[in-house]
């Protein structure tokens, strides 16, 4: 399983901006895609993810509201879409690909695939 990352940028706070994830395989390989990221000297930490069996989205309380987390009509690609963008989500983003149970989801561990990091920058 490959995943690749793209879409990030510099921005304003408050922009809009929406992230890519274009990956291989299937759900014979995976059941859920995540978005982590990492701001530099912090811990890589959970942003949002999309479990295929159900459809169930799972976001980080630092972002619920704001950003969302959706399944692109290609099947290929799950985009993460962040509204109302501050200065404190700058970070590499990165997409991830596993089978994490649902105790898992939110954590590092439940996931077995990587892509690379695309940056974001929100700053004035």
């Known amino acids: 399983v490959q995943l690749q990352a793209s879409g990030g940028g510099l921005v304003q706070p408050g922009s809009s901006l929406t992230l890519s994830c274009v990956h291989s395989?299937?759900?014979?390989?995976?059941?859920?895609i995540g978005w982590f990221r990492q701001a530099p000297g912090k811990e890589r930490e959970f942003v949002a993810a999309?479990?295929?069996?159900?459809?169930?989205?799972f976001y980080a309380d630092s972002v619920k509201g704001r950003f969302t987390i959706s399944r692109g009509v290609d099947k290929n690609t799950v985009y993460l879409q962040m509204n109302s963008l501050k200065p404190e989500d700058t970070a590499v983003y990165y997409c991830?690909?596993?089978?994490?149970?649902?105790?898992?989801?939110?954590?590092?561990?439940?996931?077995?695939?990587w892509g690379q990091g695309t940056q974001v920058t929100v700053s004035s």
């Open positions: 395989g299937s759900t014979y390989d995976f059941n859920a």
């Open positions: 999309f479990r295929y069996n159900g459809g169930r989205t």
């Open positions: 991830a690909a596993g089978f994490p149970i649902i105790s898992s989801i939110r954590t590092r561990d439940g996931y077995r695939y």
